[in-house]
Nanobody
Framework: QVQLVESGGGLVQPGGSLRLSCVAS????????MVWYRQAPGKQRELVAA???????NIADSVKGRFAISRDNAKNTVHLTMNSLKPEDTAVYYC???????????????WGQGTQVTVSS
């Protein structure tokens, strides 16, 4: 069974930084896209950043220049480095990955449980 586990959330002051990590475990053959989403209270879940298997990235305009996404394929890990955090970045951040399991022939979508990021003075 594949699992995604996020870590690194917490409370930070405006202008501060955090680094989120998400580790995938289980019978993994290959991970395609790895994506960070976030959902603030009363709002829809939105894509923050995505990194593809070839390491190309997509970053939401709202965080461009402040957030960066990276991955380590050897460790089945994706990171979200968040700088110059603003109160409007407060949300639950979710990791999502498209994963092909060993002995299966199609990719499936997996989600982590989410990690809270609160930006407040």
């Amino acid at each position: 069974q594949v699992q995604l586990v996020e870590s690194g959330g917490g409370l930070v002051q405006p202008g501060g930084s955090l680094r989120l990590s998400c580790v995938a475990s289980g019978n993994i053959f290959r991970i395609n896209d790895m994506v960070w989403y976030r959902q603030a209270p009363g709002k829809q879940r939105e894509l923050v950043a995505a990194i593809h298997i070839d390491y190309t990235t997509n970053i939401a305009d709202s965080v461009k220049g402040r957030f960066a996404i990276s991955r380590d394929n050897a460790k089945n890990t994706v990171h979200l480095t968040m700088n110059s955090l603003k109160p409007e970045d407060t949300a639950v951040y979710y990791c999502n990955a498209e994963i092909i399991e060993i002995s299966k022939f199609h990719a499936a979508d997996y989600w982590g449980q989410g990690t809270q990021v609160t930006v407040s003075s």
